[in-house]
C-alpha cells in the first residue's frame, strides 16, 4: 500500500479471519526460543 492510502481504507483490512482460512496446529516446544530456527518448527507435535 501507498504511504497516502487513506486511513479508512486501511481499516477495512482490519477484520477478523474467516473461520474456514484458521488451522490450529499443536507444535513442538521447540518454537517457544527465539534461538531455534529450522524446518523442524513447522511440523506438527
Known sequence: MA???PPAR???LLR???ADVLRV???KPLV????NDGP????AA
Open 3 to 5: 504511504d497516502d492510502t
Open 10 to 12: 486501511l481499516h477495512a
Open 16 to 18: 477478523p479471519a474467516a
Open 25 to 27: 496446529t499443536r507444535v
Open 32 to 35: 517457544n526460543k527465539v534461538q
Open 40 to 43: 523442524e518448527l513447522v511440523e
